[in-house]
């Protein structure tokens, strides 16, 4: 019913950039926040960060000043643009996003509440 389709990973050199992007689609009535996660090798999945309607955002200490997150007028695509990359920013990448079903009947009127992830992409710092 829901997906989140992210694209832009890929190999960087330290002090390099990239932007990631991440598109909403489905049976949503509306988003309430969007954000960015990551997961090393052998760490567990991190807040890198996110934006909320009003908004609102929370970085993750070790990218801030480096990354800025941007949701246009609280719309269906997150992005994340990452600046002066280092080596430790190296993971995969994932959207996510929590907000509105439609309603069964239709989506002029919200449903159920709910989560939602992408399936990840890869950013790799090196050399």
């Known amino acids: 019913q829901v997906q989140l389709v992210e694209s832009g990973g890929g190999l960087v050199q330290p002090g390099g950039s990239l932007s990631l992007s991440c598109e909403a689609s489905?049976?949503?009535?509306?988003?309430?926040?969007m954000g960015w996660y990551r997961q090393a090798p052998g760490k567990e999945r991190e807040l890198v960060a996110r934006?909320?309607?009003?908004?609102?955002?929370d970085y993750a200490y070790s990218v801030k000043g480096r990354f800025t997150i941007s949701r246009l007028n609280a719309g269906n695509t997150v992005y994340l643009q990452m600046n002066t990359l280092k080596p430790e920013d190296t993971a995969v990448y994932y959207c996510n996003a929590h907000g509105y079903y439609c309603s069964a009947s239709d989506c002029t009127r919200p449903g159920p509440h709910d989560e939602w992830w992408g399936q990840g992409t890869l950013v790799t710092v090196s050399e």
């Open positions: 489905g049976s949503i009535f509306s988003l309430v926040g």
């Open positions: 934006v909320n309607n009003g908004g609102g955002s």
